[in-house]
């Protein structure tokens, strides 16, 4: 890796819409992807705090690709991505990880989105539940939504509203195919605590129309 080859990546990342962002960084996965390793040296190489937002977004994007062969890029994403302040590298974070999971492949990524799920940082833990959405239009999730909805119970409680926000928003997309899944689901959690609470009640945000009566009676037994 020379200073040339990072500030050839950090100019082609460099004030990208996040559509542009997209088509850039898979053009640039299409022409690296047979050099992983020293790819995922530049990223390391070009990551700046300070520097400009969307280079940032595209590296924690591209990361995501090159963690199929390289697990390294996996921890760079679980701590100096996931440690940025910027809420739009956090969406990237969690595209990252999406792209991941559909180059890898969906049903051999579970054991990664359960580890992130339960990671110890907020902010990979919300990655893992938004970066599927919506997970049931995924492969193997989309024949399996009870095992998408046993992921997302893993953080139904989550000390963060950031992440529980997340998960009930992705439960609430799985209900709308899926109603008897969900409710049989939500009510189920038993072990609810006021947080836990908050989430089912706002993952019932398709089910309170759909399915009114069984609904209000979930929420009924919510209590507070």
């Not at 020293?38 to 591209?62: C, H, K, N, Q």
């Not at 799920?117 to 919506?134: D, I, K, S």
């Not at 939500?186 to 706002?202: E, F, M």
Request: charged share 25%.
């Amino acid at each position: 890796m020379t200073t040339g080859t990072v500030d050839e990546l950090r100019a082609a990342l460099a004030g990208a819409s996040v559509p542009e962002l997209r088509r850039r960084t898979e053009r640039l996965w299409r022409e690296w992807q047979d050099r992983p390793g020293e790819l995922l040296e530049a990223l390391v190489a070009l990551w700046e705090p300070d520097g400009e937002r969307e280079v940032r977004m595209g590296a924690a994007m591209l990361l995501g690709a090159v963690a199929v062969a390289e697990r390294a890029a996996l921890e760079v994403m679980t701590t100096t991505c996931a440690d940025d302040a910027d809420w739009r590298v956090q969406e990237a974070l969690a595209k990252g990880l999406d792209w991941h999971c559909a180059l890898r492949g969906w049903a051999e990524s579970v054991p990664l989105l359960e580890s992130w799920l339960t990671h110890g940082h907020p902010n990979v833990r919300r990655a893992a539940a938004e970066g599927p959405r919506v997970w049931t239009a995924r492969p193997h999730f989309k024949d399996r939504p009870d095992e998408a909805l046993r992921l997302l119970g893993l953080v139904r409680a989550d000390d963060s509203a950031y992440v529980r926000k997340s998960a009930a928003n992705a439960i609430s997309d799985i209900s709308k195919k899926h109603p008897e899944l969900v409710l049989a689901t939500l009510s189920g959690w038993t072990d609810t605590t006021s947080a836990g609470a908050w989430t089912i009640k706002h993952a019932c945000r398709h089910l309170t129309k759909s399915h009114p009566g069984e609904t209000a009676e979930i929420l009924a037994g919510l209590g507070g």
